[in-house]
T-cell receptor, first 113, second 115 residues
Framework: DAKTTQPTSMDCAEGRAANLPCNHSTISGNEYVYWYRQIHSQGPQYIIHGLKNNETNEMASLIITEDRKSSTLILPHATLRDTAVYYCIVRVRNTGTASKLTFGTGTRLQVTL | DTEVTQTPKHLVMGMTNKKSLKCEQHMGHRAMYWYKQKAKKPPELMFVYSYEKLSINESVPSRFSPECPNSSLLNLHLHALQPEDSALYLC??????????????FGPGTRLTVL
Protein backbone atom coordinates (compact mmCIF):
# COMPACT_ATOMS: atom_id res chain seq x y z
CA ASP A 1 0.00 0.00 0.00
CA ALA A 2 1.18 3.53 -0.80
CA LYS A 3 2.59 5.65 1.99
CA THR A 4 0.83 8.82 3.12
CA THR A 5 2.09 12.05 4.65
CA GLN A 6 -0.09 14.21 6.89
CA PRO A 7 0.60 17.23 9.10
CA THR A 8 1.06 16.26 12.73
CA SER A 9 -1.56 18.64 14.07
CA MET A 10 -4.04 21.32 13.06
CA ASP A 11 -6.40 23.71 14.80
CA CYS A 12 -9.82 24.81 13.63
CA ALA A 13 -12.39 27.20 15.09
CA GLU A 14 -15.79 25.71 15.79
CA GLY A 15 -18.23 26.35 12.96
CA ARG A 16 -15.50 26.82 10.39
CA ALA A 17 -14.48 24.32 7.75
CA ALA A 18 -11.62 22.00 8.65
CA ASN A 19 -9.43 21.09 5.68
CA LEU A 20 -7.11 18.18 6.34
CA PRO A 21 -4.49 17.49 3.65
CA CYS A 22 -2.85 14.20 2.76
CA ASN A 23 -0.03 13.49 0.33
CA HIS A 24 0.13 10.10 -1.38
CA SER A 25 2.47 10.70 -4.29
CA THR A 26 3.18 6.99 -4.89
CA ILE A 27 -0.45 5.94 -5.15
CA SER A 28 -1.21 3.27 -7.74
CA GLY A 29 -4.11 3.27 -10.17
CA ASN A 30 -6.08 0.65 -8.25
CA GLU A 31 -5.58 2.19 -4.81
CA TYR A 32 -8.31 4.07 -3.00
CA VAL A 33 -7.95 6.88 -0.48
CA TYR A 34 -9.68 6.13 2.84
CA TRP A 35 -10.15 8.40 5.84
CA TYR A 36 -10.77 7.25 9.39
CA ARG A 37 -10.77 9.22 12.61
CA GLN A 38 -10.19 8.24 16.20
CA ILE A 39 -11.73 10.23 18.99
CA HIS A 40 -9.87 9.95 22.27
CA SER A 41 -10.29 6.57 23.98
CA GLN A 42 -12.53 5.22 21.22
CA GLY A 43 -11.99 2.89 18.28
CA PRO A 44 -11.33 4.36 14.83
CA GLN A 45 -14.37 5.39 12.80
CA TYR A 46 -14.69 5.21 9.04
CA ILE A 47 -15.40 8.58 7.42
CA ILE A 48 -15.19 8.37 3.63
CA HIS A 49 -13.26 6.91 0.73
CA GLY A 50 -12.69 7.66 -2.94
CA LEU A 51 -10.77 6.58 -6.03
CA LYS A 52 -10.49 9.64 -8.27
CA ASN A 53 -13.75 11.54 -8.15
CA ASN A 54 -14.66 13.88 -5.32
CA GLU A 55 -16.94 12.27 -2.77
CA THR A 56 -19.37 13.63 -0.20
CA ASN A 57 -21.38 12.01 2.55
CA GLU A 58 -23.13 13.16 5.69
CA MET A 59 -19.86 13.44 7.57
CA ALA A 60 -17.40 14.99 5.15
CA SER A 61 -16.21 15.69 1.63
CA LEU A 62 -13.15 14.22 -0.01
CA ILE A 63 -11.35 16.16 -2.71
CA ILE A 64 -8.78 14.20 -4.73
CA THR A 65 -6.42 16.04 -7.10
CA GLU A 66 -6.51 15.15 -10.77
CA ASP A 67 -3.12 13.40 -10.58
CA ARG A 68 -4.32 11.60 -7.43
CA LYS A 69 -1.12 12.43 -5.60
CA SER A 70 -2.88 14.28 -2.82
CA SER A 71 -6.28 14.70 -1.26
CA THR A 72 -8.11 16.87 1.25
CA LEU A 73 -10.74 15.85 3.76
CA ILE A 74 -13.19 18.65 4.45
CA LEU A 75 -15.39 18.85 7.54
CA PRO A 76 -17.68 21.68 6.45
CA HIS A 77 -18.74 22.97 9.89
CA ALA A 78 -16.40 21.61 12.54
CA THR A 79 -17.72 21.10 16.06
CA LEU A 80 -15.94 20.30 19.30
CA ARG A 81 -16.96 16.67 18.81
CA ASP A 82 -14.80 16.54 15.68
CA THR A 83 -11.65 16.85 17.79
CA ALA A 84 -9.79 13.63 16.95
CA VAL A 85 -6.85 12.07 15.15
CA TYR A 86 -7.61 11.79 11.44
CA TYR A 87 -5.93 9.04 9.45
CA CYS A 88 -5.50 9.07 5.68
CA ILE A 89 -4.94 5.55 4.35
CA VAL A 90 -4.27 4.42 0.80
CA ARG A 91 -5.06 0.84 -0.06
CA VAL A 92 -6.41 -1.52 -2.66
CA ARG A 93 -10.15 -2.04 -2.22
CA ASN A 94 -10.36 -5.81 -2.11
CA THR A 95 -13.48 -7.52 -3.30
CA GLY A 96 -13.18 -11.01 -2.01
CA THR A 97 -10.70 -11.38 0.76
CA ALA A 98 -10.10 -9.60 4.01
CA SER A 99 -7.45 -6.93 3.80
CA LYS A 100 -5.61 -4.81 6.27
CA LEU A 101 -5.51 -1.13 7.10
CA THR A 102 -2.06 0.34 7.59
CA PHE A 103 -2.42 3.45 9.74
CA GLY A 104 0.08 6.28 9.50
CA THR A 105 0.65 8.78 12.27
CA GLY A 106 -2.39 10.88 11.31
CA THR A 107 -3.32 14.51 11.98
CA ARG A 108 -4.47 15.56 15.41
CA LEU A 109 -7.30 18.04 14.80
CA GLN A 110 -8.17 20.33 17.69
CA VAL A 111 -11.46 22.22 17.30
CA THR A 112 -11.68 25.24 19.58
CA LEU A 113 -14.39 27.67 20.63
CA ASP B 1 -27.23 -3.56 14.97
CA THR B 2 -24.15 -1.74 13.66
CA GLU B 3 -21.94 -2.23 16.67
CA VAL B 4 -18.80 -4.12 17.45
CA THR B 5 -18.68 -4.89 21.15
CA GLN B 6 -15.62 -5.79 23.17
CA THR B 7 -15.29 -7.18 26.66
CA PRO B 8 -13.86 -6.46 29.07
CA LYS B 9 -13.32 -2.71 28.78
CA HIS B 10 -10.33 -2.85 31.10
CA LEU B 11 -8.11 -5.76 32.12
CA VAL B 12 -5.20 -5.94 34.51
CA MET B 13 -3.21 -9.15 34.54
CA GLY B 14 0.04 -10.54 35.84
CA MET B 15 2.70 -12.04 33.64
CA THR B 16 1.75 -15.58 34.65
CA ASN B 17 -2.00 -15.16 34.11
CA LYS B 18 -4.12 -16.50 31.28
CA LYS B 19 -6.93 -14.26 30.13
CA SER B 20 -9.09 -13.77 27.05
CA LEU B 21 -10.46 -10.77 25.20
CA LYS B 22 -13.79 -11.11 23.47
CA CYS B 23 -15.23 -9.36 20.43
CA GLU B 24 -18.70 -9.73 18.96
CA GLN B 25 -20.56 -8.34 15.96
CA HIS B 26 -24.00 -9.08 14.53
CA MET B 27 -23.70 -7.25 11.22
CA GLY B 28 -23.14 -10.41 9.21
CA HIS B 29 -19.54 -9.44 8.55
CA ARG B 30 -17.28 -12.30 7.54
CA ALA B 31 -13.93 -10.64 8.23
CA MET B 32 -12.72 -9.81 11.73
CA TYR B 33 -9.52 -8.18 12.91
CA TRP B 34 -7.38 -7.62 15.98
CA TYR B 35 -5.29 -4.47 16.25
CA LYS B 36 -2.93 -3.33 18.99
CA GLN B 37 -2.51 0.35 19.83
CA LYS B 38 0.18 1.72 22.11
CA ALA B 39 -0.27 5.14 23.68
CA LYS B 40 0.00 8.03 21.20
CA LYS B 41 0.67 5.60 18.32
CA PRO B 42 -1.56 4.45 15.45
CA PRO B 43 -3.25 1.04 15.56
CA GLU B 44 -1.17 -1.86 14.26
CA LEU B 45 -2.74 -4.95 12.74
CA MET B 46 -2.19 -8.25 14.54
CA PHE B 47 -4.55 -10.81 12.97
CA VAL B 48 -7.21 -11.09 10.30
CA TYR B 49 -9.87 -13.77 10.06
CA SER B 50 -11.79 -14.25 6.86
CA TYR B 51 -14.76 -16.64 6.87
CA GLU B 52 -13.61 -17.95 10.26
CA LYS B 53 -10.16 -18.86 8.97
CA LEU B 54 -6.97 -17.07 9.94
CA SER B 55 -5.80 -15.27 6.81
CA ILE B 56 -3.21 -12.80 8.13
CA ASN B 57 -0.86 -13.09 11.11
CA GLU B 58 1.47 -10.12 11.32
CA SER B 59 4.25 -12.12 12.99
CA VAL B 60 2.60 -11.78 16.38
CA PRO B 61 4.30 -13.61 19.30
CA SER B 62 2.69 -16.91 20.26
CA ARG B 63 1.68 -15.57 23.67
CA PHE B 64 -1.21 -14.03 21.72
CA SER B 65 -3.54 -16.71 20.36
CA PRO B 66 -6.58 -15.72 18.30
CA GLU B 67 -9.69 -17.80 17.90
CA CYS B 68 -12.79 -17.38 15.76
CA PRO B 69 -15.41 -19.84 17.05
CA ASN B 70 -18.11 -18.58 14.66
CA SER B 71 -18.77 -15.74 12.27
CA SER B 72 -19.93 -13.38 15.03
CA LEU B 73 -17.26 -13.98 17.64
CA LEU B 74 -13.55 -13.33 17.85
CA ASN B 75 -11.39 -14.08 20.86
CA LEU B 76 -7.82 -13.23 21.73
CA HIS B 77 -6.27 -15.56 24.29
CA LEU B 78 -3.43 -14.11 26.33
CA HIS B 79 -0.76 -16.08 28.18
CA ALA B 80 2.58 -15.15 29.73
CA LEU B 81 2.39 -11.56 28.57
CA GLN B 82 5.07 -8.96 29.19
CA PRO B 83 4.60 -5.44 30.57
CA GLU B 84 5.36 -4.05 27.09
CA ASP B 85 2.21 -5.79 25.86
CA SER B 86 0.16 -3.24 27.77
CA ALA B 87 -1.93 -1.44 25.16
CA LEU B 88 -5.41 -0.83 23.78
CA TYR B 89 -6.58 -3.90 21.88
CA LEU B 90 -9.06 -3.09 19.15
CA CYS B 91 -11.35 -5.46 17.32
CA UNK B 92 -12.86 -4.64 13.93
CA UNK B 93 -15.08 -6.30 11.38
CA UNK B 94 -15.87 -5.77 7.73
CA UNK B 95 -18.14 -7.19 5.08
CA UNK B 96 -16.25 -9.09 2.44
CA UNK B 97 -17.25 -10.52 -0.86
CA UNK B 98 -17.67 -9.40 -4.44
CA UNK B 99 -20.60 -7.13 -3.69
CA UNK B 100 -19.41 -6.05 -0.31
CA UNK B 101 -17.82 -2.96 1.11
CA UNK B 102 -14.74 -3.50 3.18
CA UNK B 103 -14.83 -0.46 5.39
CA UNK B 104 -13.91 -1.63 8.84
CA UNK B 105 -16.08 -1.09 11.89
CA PHE B 106 -14.16 -0.86 15.14
CA GLY B 107 -15.11 -1.70 18.68
CA PRO B 108 -14.21 0.57 21.62
CA GLY B 109 -11.24 -1.56 22.60
CA THR B 110 -9.98 -3.33 25.69
CA ARG B 111 -7.35 -1.47 27.66
CA LEU B 112 -4.89 -4.07 28.89
CA THR B 113 -2.34 -3.53 31.63
CA VAL B 114 0.27 -6.22 32.31
CA LEU B 115 1.97 -5.99 35.68
Amino acid sequence: DAKTTQPTSMDCAEGRAANLPCNHSTISGNEYVYWYRQIHSQGPQYIIHGLKNNETNEMASLIITEDRKSSTLILPHATLRDTAVYYCIVRVRNTGTASKLTFGTGTRLQVTL
Amino acid sequence: DTEVTQTPKHLVMGMTNKKSLKCEQHMGHRAMYWYKQKAKKPPELMFVYSYEKLSINESVPSRFSPECPNSSLLNLHLHALQPEDSALYLCASSQEGLAGLNEQFFGPGTRLTVL
